[in-house]
């Protein structure tokens, strides 16, 4: 089993952290994509924005045992364009 945590702005922080967090204390296999910052921006200058998290999750091979966390104080809002990116993962 992996954790995948995802998250924007100050959350993105909070992402870092977890990872961490959950590595170290809890031994458990745990990646955010904020953590590899050529990739992500490889990604969006590529693919946008709005797609950075859901092809990074299918490049990371999300299996059905896996889980995903999401760090959000907006929540996500397709219509209003809030972290779209995290709607789509």
């Given at each position: 089993?992996a954790?995948?945590?995802l998250?924007v702005g100050g959350?993105?922080g ?5 990872v961490?967090d959950?590595?170290k ?6 990646y955010?994509p ?5 990739e992500l921006?490889?990604?969006t200058?590529d693919?946008g924005w709005?797609s950075?998290?859901?092809?990074w999750?299918r ?13 959000s104080v907006?929540g996500?809002?397709?219509e209003r364009?809030?972290?779209v ?5």
């Open positions: 089993m954790l995948f945590i998250g959350s993105a909070h992402a870092s952290h977890a961490n959950f590595r204390i809890c031994g458990i296999e745990a955010t904020t953590d590899n910052v050529s921006t490889a990604r200058n693919e709005e950075t998290f859901i092809e999750l490049c990371s091979r999300l299996a059905a045992n896996d889980a995903i966390l999401v760090f907006g996500g809002d397709r364009g809030v972290s990116n995290l709607v789509k993962a």
